[in-house]
């Protein structure tokens, strides 16, 4: 773990330094009103270029690499037999497979040869589809994807889901736009350089690619987009088992789930029904070379960030450089780390939060969510375009509210498991495999109450509609996010805005559908949907008027939900801080801000994010956030008191001038 890169500046003597809050990041010499995140972020931004290895760089990667470093030293210790209980012996040995470089040289493409020549040995469609199937189960979704989540109509059990899958680029945009014309040729080149260096001739490989594109192209002439997949009700339809199987006769169905070991159900759940027809229609009708060429390249893409180095170069060179604009693969023991905390998190998480996460942390933030969740109970009580019979039925919701903060309390088992120290693929995919057989199982059982869908260290958070709940891992309870050793204005600028963007997005366009028990169920009035749907649309307009890049907007409709959490959660944190600051008395000014001023700036430097282009991209077409550089100031724009906070004219040219929309 020498190797870190110090321009990262997060190792100092061997250690790894706090992150903190600071007014020395602020440019100053920008006007607040004017352009905010430059104003609160100016100078850290100018300071700190992106790492090699990195595509972007902000405040979120850098509480991951810290975290990354902790798991790390983790790692190290079970390798070296310090730990060793039987999650500390698997993980030790999983790390040392991962960290075997002379051995992964060694054994070149070994690992999946034998599953690349049984791929090759496919000439009937019977053997095609056991195939498809057998790589589904150990994580390749080829053609669509499943999986096994609570039912979205009756949460109380889990159901299995069919939806679109079986594309290799980020989104179908990449494949039918002009935008991505010439990253779709270095795809092409990219899949041709794969198969060369497998084994296959130059006329052989080019073929090959040309089928895999041809197939990938119809895929994503049918997939919804990325908007389209937002709407609840159009992405839920339940079929009987029975039903779904003659309808989508070719991908065997019922063989499907023998073979994953699913409880046979007695229906399921198809996302996008034009997609699953489309699969059963490929596997029937489409020439078997290419769909064996389609399926080889599926093994061979999954699998090359885990085989020698020639392969990880090449996959790195089109996904990392080309997709993401990399500049260089990041250290080996990061990507170590990175793989075994996907593959057994839970088990690394459980050492983690007893070094790094105290009870005094957890109930610190638990206080806050508690004073979060208050302000919030109070906000719905007093809204004045809601009526009274939706604002009964909200209450009712949120009193059946949940929360979770640092870790779950029962770590999951992980003694099936096999784990040897010389087979980093096969100890990949017989994780997958653990997992996969894990949550297929449970299909048309009762639903785990307890279950985290993040692991301890992530930084990160989620609301889970089905659950009713908020969820708040170790990983992201931690300095800038959350820091005890900070003022109360930086804290609810930050975690409390967190907290109350999590708890909006109950009540987000899409967290609105479902109800107190998690059902999505329709219990608002038509008079306050019609309200709703006026002012979610002038958030829409308004964020997609904004131009990331030239002629590169936020897809406004796409990023409606994270656009009305931003906006709601720094609302109800503002609130929240007054009620605390009213309780227990303002401070002075500090660093020769007022609160008010700290709350703000706090916020905006949580988004505070260097990105490379091509990510940019990727992300305008694929992620429902918006961008950093708009999470970090439009929602401070549209709050009233923003504008008194830092003396705004609002009738100046280039002032705020944001008309101020909150739903909630």
């Known amino acids: 773990m020498s190797e870190d890169n110090p321009k990262e500046g997060l190792i100092v003597d061997g250690e790894m330094k706090t992150l903190k809050f600071s007014t020395s990041f602020m440019d100053t010499s920008i006007k607040s009103c004017t352009d905010f995140y430059m104003y609160s972020n100016g100078k850290w931004l100018a300071e700190n270029p992106i790492p090699e290895d990195k595509s972007s760089y902000g405040t979120f990667s850098q509480m991951s690499e810290r975290n990354r470093y902790l798991l790390g030293k983790i790692l190290e210790d079970c390798a070296s037999g310090n730990i060793k209980d039987s999650n500390g012996i698997k993980l030790g040995n999983f790390y040392r497979s991962a960290m075997n470089i002379d051995k992964i040289e060694e054994l070149q493409f070994e690992p999946i040869r034998e599953m690349m020549s049984s791929i090759e040995g496919i000439f009937t469609r019977e053997e095609l589809v056991n195939k498809y199937i057998e790589m589904h189960s150990i994580g390749i979704q080829c053609f669509f994807t499943a999986e096994s989540a609570p039912d979205k109509k009756n949460s109380s059990v889990y159901a299995l889901y069919l939806e679109q899958g079986g594309l290799t680029l980020p989104d179908r945009d990449y494949y039918i736009t002009d935008t991505f014309s010439t990253l779709k040729k270095d795809y092409e080149k990219h899949i041709v350089k794969m198969f060369t260096m497998f084994g296959y001739d ?13 197939l990938e192209d119809e895929i994503a002439k049918i997939h919804r987009s990325r908007a389209d997949l937002r709407d609840e009700e159009k992405n839920y339809n339940r079929m009987n088992t029975a039903d779904a199987s003659s309808s989508y006769s070719s991908i065997k169905l019922v063989e499907y789930i023998n073979e994953l070991k699913i409880p046979m159900p007695q229906y399921v759940v198809v996302g996008q029904p034009e997609a699953i027809l489309q699969a059963s229609e490929i596997l029937q009708t489409h020439d078997i070379e290419k769909l064996r060429d389609y399926l080889l390249w599926n093994l061979l893409r999954f699998t090359s960030p885990f085989l020698h180095s020639s392969a990880e170069d090449e996959n790195f060179d089109f996904f990392g450089r080309k997709l993401m604009g990399k500049a260089k693969k990041e250290k080996r023991w990061k990507s170590a780390v990175r ?20 009870n005094e942390a957890r109930d610190r933030a638990n206080i806050m969510v508690s004073d979060i969740i208050e302000t919030f109970n109070g906000r719905l009580k007093n809204l004045p375009w809601i009526g009274e019979e939706t604002r009964k039925k ?6 059946k509210f949940r929360t979770k903060i640092g870790h779950p309390d029962k770590f999951r088992n992980y003694d099936s498991l096999e784990i040897n120290g010389d087979d980093y693929v096969g100890n990949i995919f017989r994780s997958i495999k653990f997992e996969i057989n894990r949550q297929m199982s449970r299909v048309g059982g009762k639903v785990d109450r307890n279950e985290w869908y993040m692991t301890p260290p992530t930084v ?10 908020i969820v708040f891992p170790a990983g992201i309870l931690q300095p800038p996010g959350f820091d005890p050793e900070m003022d109360d204005a930086v804290n609810y600028g930050s975690m409390g805005a967190v907290i109350g963007h999590e708890i909006t997005h109950g009540f987000d366009d899409q967290g609105r559908l479902y109800d107190e028990n998690g059902n999505m169920l329709n219990w608002w009035t038509e008079t306050d949907i019609e309200k709703f749907t006026k002012l979610a649309n002038e958030i829409d307009i308004l964020y997609s008027g904004l131009e990331t890049l030239p002629g590169l907007h936020v897809n406004g409709k796409l990023t409606l939900g994270e656009n009305i959490a931003d906006i709601g959660g720094l609302s109800i944190a503002y609130e929240a801080l007054q009620r605390k600051l009213a309780r227990d008395g ?33 992300l305008i077409t694929s992620d429902p956030h918006s961008p950093d550089v708009f999470r970090g100031a439009i929602p401070a724009y549209m709050h009233e008191e923003f504008k008194r906070a830092f003396n705004c004219d609002t009738d100046a040219n280039g002032s705020v001038k944001f008309k101020r929309t909150n739903i909630w």
């Open 202 to 214: 130059q006329k052989r490989s080019e073929k090959m690619a040309e089928n895999i594109l041809s």
């Open 339 to 358: 793989i075994v905390d996907g593959c057994m998190g839970e088990a690394l998480g459980e050492i983690f939060v007893k070094r790094h996460f105290g």
């Open 394 to 399: 909200a209450l009712l919701k949120f009193s």
């Open 460 to 469: 990160n958070a989620y609301f889970s509609p089905t659950d009713n709940e």
């Open 586 to 618: 303002r401070p002075g000014l500090i660093d020769g801000f007022t609160p008010e001023q700290r709350f703000f700036i706090s916020f905006s430097q949580l988004w505070k994010n260097n990105l490379r282009e091509e990510y940019v991209k990727l």
